[in-house]
Nanobody, 114 residues
């Protein structure tokens, strides 16, 4: 059973950067397409970014395109989300997802102050 643990969230001022990470265990990491999602207070969970099994293909929500970069290190069973030029509207709990087993982490809170 795949387990995912996010870390690296925090409080940052608008315009700043954060790099959450998600460590996987209990499965075959390089077999899974990985994604990041987020859920802001009072809103539904939404897609942020995804990355193919090899890391060669990525996809982004329009709202983060050009500011966020998803990457993975299959040797470390870890996926990252580099977030630059953060905006207050990026404030949310960020979750990683392993698509194959549909596994989710517990989330990491990102708060962007104006």
């Amino acid at each position: 059973q795949v387990q995912l643990v996010e870390s690296g969230g925090g409080l940052v001022q608008a315009g700043g950067s954060l790099r959450p990470s998600c460590a996987a265990s209990g499965g075959t990491f390089d077999r899974y397409v990985m994604g990041w999602f987020r859920q802001a207070p009072g809103k539904e969970r939404e897609f942020v970014a995804s990355i193919s099994r090899s890391g060669g293909k990525t996809s982004y929500a329009d709202s983060v395109q050009g500011r966020f970069t998803i990457s993975r290190d299959n040797a470390k069973n870890t996926v990252y989300l580099q977030m630059n030029k953060l905006k207050p509207e990026d404030t949310a709990v960020y979750y990683c997802n392993a698509r194959g087993p549909d596994a989710w982490g517990q989330g990491t809170l990102v708060t962007v102050s104006s």
